[in-house]
Nanobody
Framework: QVQLVESGGGLVQAGGSLRLSCAAS???????????MGWYRQTPGKRRDVVAV???????HYGDSVKNRFTISGNIGENTINLQMNNLKPEDTGVYYC?????????WGQGTQVTVSS
């Protein structure tokens, strides 16, 4: 069972920056191989949408609304990722969830709140 621990988030004014981090581990301590890790955002009444994903091959993919403002980085081999969020907008407000894909299974973190005030 892969577990994800998120950190970062909080309240920031529009135009500001925040950084999120996520680390994956296996509850039993058994070795595991993550194929991709990423961040998703959810607001009340809406589905969880992709923000950014980093693959084991090093490819980074972004949702259209965050391109050129957010940057995903990290080391999939070490099961850690970061999300640098710049020029934040009120519409970026939501709960951000870390996701990991391991052997075809999806795992999710508990979510961290990001609130951008206008």
């Amino acid at each position: 069972q892969v577990q994800l621990v998120e950190s970062g988030g909080g309240l920031v004014q529009a135009g500001g920056s925040l950084r999120l981090s996520c680390a994956a581990s296996e509850a039993s301590g058994s070795p595991f191989t993550v194929n991709a890790m990423g961040w998703y955002r959810q607001t009340p009444g809406k589905r969880r949408d992709v923000v950014a994903v980093l693959t084991s091959g090093g490819g980074a993919h972004y949702g259209d609304s965050v391109k050129n403002r957010f940057t995903i980085s990290g080391n999939i081999g070490e099961n850690t990722i970061n999300l640098q969020m710049n020029n934040l907008k009120p519409e970026d407000t939501g709960v951000y969830y870390c996701n990991a894909i391991e052997r075809g299974n999806d795992y999710w973190g508990q979510g961290t709140q990001v609130t951008v005030s206008s």
